[in-house]
Nanobody, 115 residues
Framework: QVQLVESGGGLVQPGGSLRLSCAAS????????MGWYRQAPGKQRDLVAS???????NYADSVKGRFTISRDNAKNTVYLQMNSLKPEDTAVYYC?????????WGQGTQVTVSS
């Protein structure tokens, strides 16, 4: 069993920045496709960004140029750097780890963008 623990969420003004972290309980970051998803109230959970074991990254069109996903294999941690935040980025952000045989979700961290 793998536990994913997100941190770094909070309240930020429009145009501000936050960095989310996702710490895994064991070494999986380098072997799984790691992703960040978000879910706003009344909406479905959507992919924000992902990073493959080979380092290939993928972003939703709505966050391209503003968000950056990265990972530190030695720390078993994945990050999501979020810049130029907008009110529409407000959501619960979830970390996800995927392989062909298993997948895991974190508990989520709230991000609120408001003045």
């Amino acid at each position: 069993q793998v536990q994913l623990v997100e941190s770094g969420g909070g309240l930020v003004q429009p145009g501000g920045s936050l960095r989310l972290s996702c710490a895994a309980s064991r070494t999986i970051i380098s072997m799984y496709i790691m992703g960040w998803y978000r879910q706003a109230p009344g909406k479905q959970r959507d992919l924000v960004a992902s990073i493959s074991s080979g380092g290939h990254t993928n972003y939703a069109d709505s966050v391209k140029g503003r968000f950056t996903i990265s990972r530190d294999n030695a720390k078993n941690t994945v990050y999501l750097q979020m810049n130029s935040l907008k009110p529409e980025d407000t959501a619960v952000y979830y970390c996800h780890a995927y392989s062909s045989s298993s997948d895991y979700w974190g508990q989520g961290t709230q991000v609120t963008v408001s003045s």
